[in-house]
T-cell receptor, first 114, second 115 residues
Framework: KQEVTQIPAALSVPEGENLVLNCSFTDSAIYNLQWFRQDPGKGLTSLLLIQSSQREQTSGRLNASLDKSSGRSTLYIAASQPGDSATYLCAVYGDTGTASKLTFGTGTRLQVTL | NAGVTQTPKFQVLKTGQSMTLQCAQDMNHNSMYWYRQDPGMGLRLIYYSASEGTTDKGEVPNGYNVSRLNKREFSLRLESAAPSQTSVYFC??????????????FGEGSWLTVV
């Protein structure tokens, strides 16, 4: 059974810092990995999707990397801003099966302070 | 664009009562999903619909039923609510038939408390 772990569970950084969020998964037979952002009381917004054949994806100040063989992904946020404060979740989609194979981590709650 | 719209946003039920959560998407997506989110558990799939007219069980289907009314709408019904069903429920949709690795779009959630 696929398990997705995100460490740390919570992180507080001062504005302007670069930071890395970690995601690990136990079954490397994945089709893709997605990073989501969730604001309090809101739904999830997709940030980046990395296909299994890709090593990384970039969008603005965000860069996500994927190392399938080691079961790890990182989300790098450059020059953090207070508006980046949210919970960040990763989810992996298994190589076979159905939508039930989209497995979520429990998230990292990020606070960027002034 | 509205995207994925869920109603109601908040609901309190007594044990044994029934209710239906409504979901509609305006992106012409084929696939729709219902998830629940509980502290420390992550999001777990309840049911999904890979296309209009089809529904399948996810990871935690017990105590729920679904209806894919048409391409736009996917409802989730609790027939006899239990305190264990207290949770935040999210509807989502994605293009394509079944989840094929496309971006998935979420509604803003429905907070359900069963007392």
């Amino acid at each position: 059974k696929q398990e997705v772990t995100q460490i740390p569970a919570a992180l507080s950084v001062p504005e302007g810092e670069n930071l890395v969020l970690n995601c690990s998964f136990t079954d490397s037979a994945i089709y893709n990995l997605q990073w989501f952002r969730q604001d309090p009381g809101k739904g999830l917004t997709s940030l980046l999707l990395i296909q299994s054949s890709q090593r990384e994806q970039t969008s603005g100040r965000l860069n996500a990397s994927l190392d399938k063989s080691s079961g790890r992904s990182t989300l790098y946020i450059a020059a953090s801003q207070p508006g980046d404060s949210a919970t960040y979740l990763c989810a992996v989609y298994g190589d076979t099966g159905t939508a039930s194979k989209l497995t979520f981590g429990t998230g990292t709650r990020l606070q960027v302070t002034l | 664009n509205a995207g994925v719209t869920q109603t109601p946003k908040f609901q309190v039920l007594k044990t044994g009562q029934s209710m239906t959560l409504q979901c509609a998407q305006d992106m012409n997506h084929n696939s729709m999903y219902w998830y629940r989110q509980d502290p420390g558990m992550g999001l777990r799939l309840i049911y999904y619909s890979a296309s209009e007219g089809t529904t399948d069980k996810g990871e935690v289907p017990n105590g729920y039923n679904v209806s894919r009314l048409n391409k736009r709408e996917f409802s989730l019904r609790l027939e006899s609510a239990a305190p264990s069903q207290t949770s935040v429920y999210f509807c989502a949709s994605s293009p394509g038939q079944g989840y094929s690795g496309n971006t998935i779009y979420f509604g803003e959630g429905s907070w359900l408390t069963v007392v």
